[in-house]
């Protein structure tokens, strides 16, 4: 007698909706490094290089530079496959929600080494300013936000072959100019002058962006996209 609750091909559904939360969930923890950079620093806002620095991974905190990104970067790339643009954005949404819920919920960690890591470099303290967490909290998921649509919507442009997908993404940048002070040319300076200095890190993380970008295309499927 045949199993009636058996489908052809129920194994693979099943597989892919595994792969699909394995991929959401690896989204959820690359939002909350990127979160966990800006609040672990949060109260030091006193200190604006420093903060800088460490949100980076310039600050000796990590093992290359702009962590968050290249972390974000790699998990949205792969999370978005064939979602439709509405099941993107709801589910952006809520990876973005669990990972600030994570964070949040790590930054006394993050505060203890940043704060240990400032005394230490600069043999002194700086005043903690509590107001600035919550600024700090929805400036870094912000930023998040915007990067999580840029990766999207290069994503999108690859496997359609088009660059329509891309008239988005100058919309939420413009607000994050006036919600951040943009600073990239001081980020680049910095990591120009450590990497022409022959920074291992900075140069490990010059040398990862085309490399990642390498894989990222090669990898990308010919699959439906809306």
Request: proline share 7%; charged share 10%.
């Amino acid at each position: 007698m045949p199993d009636r609750g058996h489908k052809p091909g129920s194994a693979d559904v099943t597989t892919d909706r595994r792969l699909a939360l394995s991929l959401w969930f690896a989204v959820v923890a690359a939002d909350a490094l990127f979160l966990w950079m800006f609040l672990s620093v949060a109260r030091l806002e006193a200190a604006p290089q420093f903060v800088a620095d460490w949100r980076h991974g310039m600050a000796g905190n990590s093992p290359i530079y702009m962590p968050g990104f290249f972390a974000l970067a790699a998990a949205v790339w792969y999370w978005t496959r064939a979602q439709s643009t509405p099941h993107l954005l709801v589910q952006g949404l809520l990876a973005l929600a669990a990972g600030t819920v994570v964070a949040w919920l790590a930054a006394p960690i993050g505060e203890v080494a940043a704060t240990a890591a400032f005394e230490k470099t600069f043999r002194g303290s700086v005043a903690s300013t509590p107001s600035s967490v919550w600024h700090a909290g929805l400036v870094g998921a912000y930023t998040a936000a915007c990067w999580t649509v840029f990766v999207v919507a290069s994503k999108k442009a690859l496997v359609l072959r088009t660059f329509r997908p891309f008239a988005v993404v100058p919309l939420p940048y413009i607000a994050l100019v006036f919600a951040r002070p943009w600073s990239v040319n001081g980020l680049l300076s910095v990591w120009g002058a450590r990497a022409g200095d022959g920074d291992p890190i900075a140069l490990g993380s010059f040398v990862a962006i085309p490399v990642l970008t390498t894989i990222f295309v090669k990898t990308a499927k010919r699959t439906p996209v809306t």
